[in-house]
């Protein structure tokens, strides 16, 4: 296998990994353009977290095809991580250290240079109009201000790609959307974003979406086409029709 | 009928210089289910642990049951149901052994309240013998709460059991208190999901450490005071930077499918409301951006009362 010749940023085909006699992953197949905004949804246990561990180069396959950013994930797990950025909810910044040094820390790992380092913390302290608490511990700011900049620092070395797990759980409605403009403003920039969440209206941010079901891609497409589909009136719909059809009677949560 | 099963009169409970809750006052009615709907940080937890006597408040008073948390907790504690919103059972243990020690706990039996958690644990049973670690996110849940309720408590409170679980397994839970509600069972629950209020009877939304209003959610989605559009276009981006530069934008905001304006015009009629956006829109070559009135919803209040209460939000 080589390096795939095309431009997608994404792309798999037959994807797989079993844990023993359980497959996580079920030859899962889908690609994600340069710029996209990509919903990869599911329900908790559904194999999401496994095939992001696969993408990012931290799990190797069982089977199947997959590459990112051009690298194969089996031969070519260190350069898929240098042209990408990860952020989660557990797991983002660190809580000891200042706003300033949480960056400069990111970006002596990913190599910048001092000029990039000491340019591209500006820029992120004034666009996230950070620059007073620049020296307070990052522990002590809120979670929406932390996710924020959490985002920015996956961003801070330029990946072609930035995955993003859960990164809006428990934040405010307002942060949350700011937030998303946040990933708009990275995918205009020509970034491509991979984004799970459990809010149903976040779903509909997206250009594509994908939603797992025991290990497979049960629909994928841009939320008016799954709506359509379906013939549901919302994403949230489509999902509990897809993941519990006898669930699907009852009135949920409105949206 | 005897006094309101929690009544929390400006109770303040302080952690430094941080205020986690901020002269709270509510009450919740008999038989209700009731939610506070607030991010994390809003001081949903803090207030749980007062009310179910794990924690003193600095000041003010909170009573559950007709009794006060601070000097009659040993009374209440056989009364209440609590289910926290870390997993709190013994991992190690098993599901009918997590049980049983519960039971044990307050001196009753599963075998006797078999009749009482029967509508969950049924759909556990088959997993009896499985460690509770063992379980997936929504089979703990009920396990939790069939030993918040195997005391048979005259009131539950669940502390955000819905959070970082999918949405189906939100709505079977839902589902499920919806029918633990007609036995009369007085229920306080937490989400930071606004979309959940709408299975309340009554919700107070709460943001850094108060509360922002209390109603029924029909009502306090009705109380949003502007005329609020929904905007659709598929180049939903640029639209939403443009509407930034609208004269009459009070507020922009992506919402699922759409964006939703408010307009800041008090009282101005929703159509012209429109129709003036629609135009602007136009003017500026979004030329397929669709404009139209939608009901606000509770998230829609959420946003606007935050904004009032907060400029710019200081680092807590």
Request: aromatic share 8%.
């Amino acid at each position: 296998m080589t390096s795939s010749g095309d431009d997608r940023a994404i792309r798999t085909n037959g994807l797989t990994r079993t844990f023993g006699a359980f497959t996580a992953v079920d030859h899962i197949t889908f690609d994600v353009k340069p710029g996209e905004v990509f919903g990869f949804l599911g329900a908790n246990g559904a194999g999401k977290t496994t095939a992001i561990r696969m993408l990012t180069g931290l799990l190797t396959p069982s089977s199947g095809e997959a590459w990112v950013a051009g690298h194969d994930v089996y031969r070519e797990s260190e350069l898929i991580k240098r042209d990408i950025g990860y952020m989660s909810q557990r797991f983002s910044l660190y809580d000891d250290l200042t706003v300033r040094e949480n960056i400069r820390l990111y970006g002596g790992i990913y190599d910048l240079t001092r000029d990039q380092i000491r340019d591209r913390t500006e820029r992120i302290l004034s666009r996230l109009g950070l620059s007073d608490t620049a020296h307070d511990a990052v522990g002590a700011l809120p979670l929406g201000w932390k996710q924020k900049l959490a985002l920015s620092v996956a961003l801070l070395h330029e990946p072609r790609i930035v995955f993003l797990d859960e990164p809006t759980s428990g934040v405010d409605p307002i942060t949350r959307r700011q937030f998303w403009e946040l990933i708009y403003e990275a995918a205009h920039a020509g970034t491509t974003v991979l984004v799970t969440t459990h809010y149903m209206d976040e779903a509909e941010y997206c250009d594509r979406i994908s939603i797992m079901v025991a290990g497979r891609i049960a629909a994928l497409g841009s939320p008016a086409e799954l709506k359509r589909d379906a013939g549901a009136s919302s994403i949230d719909e489509v999902f509990v029709r897809l993941v519990r059809p006898e669930l699907a009677g009852g009135g949920g949560p409105a949206q | 009928m005897s006094e309101a099963p929690v009544v929390v009169d400006d109770v303040v409970k302080r952690y430094g210089e941080v205020a986690a809750v901020d002269h709270v006052t509510a009450e919740v009615r008999h038989g209700e289910l009731f939610g506070f709907i607030g991010p994390d940080g809003a001081g949903k937890t803090t207030l749980f642990r007062i009310l179910t006597t794990l924690l003193l408040p600095d000041s003010g008073s909170a009573r559950v049951l007709g009794r006060d948390v601070v000097t009659d907790l040993w009374a209440l504690r056989r009364e209440i149901g609590y289910m926290p919103g870390r997993f709190s059972l013994y991992p190690d243990l098993s599901v009918r052994e997590n049980l049983d020690f519960f039971a044990s706990v307050f001196g009753t039996t599963v075998a006797r309240e078999y009749e009482h958690i029967a509508p969950i644990y049924s759909q556990l049973e088959e997993f009896n013998d499985r460690r509770a670690a063992a379980l997936s996110g929504g089979m703990k849940q009920k396990l939790a709460l069939c030993c918040a309720l195997v005391h048979r408590p005259n009131i539950l409170f669940l502390d955000e059991p819905t959070t970082g679980v999918d949405a189906v397994s939100r709505r079977e839970f839902w589902e499920l208190l919806a029918r633990m509600r007609t036995s009369g069972l007085t229920i306080v629950v937490s989400t930071p999901y606004m979309d959940e209020a709408n299975r309340c009877d009554r919700v107070a939304l709460m943001q850094n450490g108060r509360i922002l209003a209390t109603d029924a959610p029909a009502a306090v989605a009705a109380s949003f005071e502007r005329t609020l559009l929904a905007v659709r276009s598929p180049d939903r981006y640029r639209v939403l930077l443009a509407l930034r530069d609208y004269p009459h934008t009070q507020r922009v905001y992506p919402f699922g499918e759409s964006l939703h304006l408010a307009d800041d015009r008090a009282g101005i009629d929703a159509a012209r409301a429109s129709s003036e956006a629609t135009a602007f829109l136009h003017d500026k070559g979004f030329t397929d951006a669709r404009v139209e009135p939608t009901p606000p919803t509770i998230e829609d209040v959420f946003i606007s009362r935050m904004s009032a209460v907060n400029a710019p939000v200081a680092a807590a």
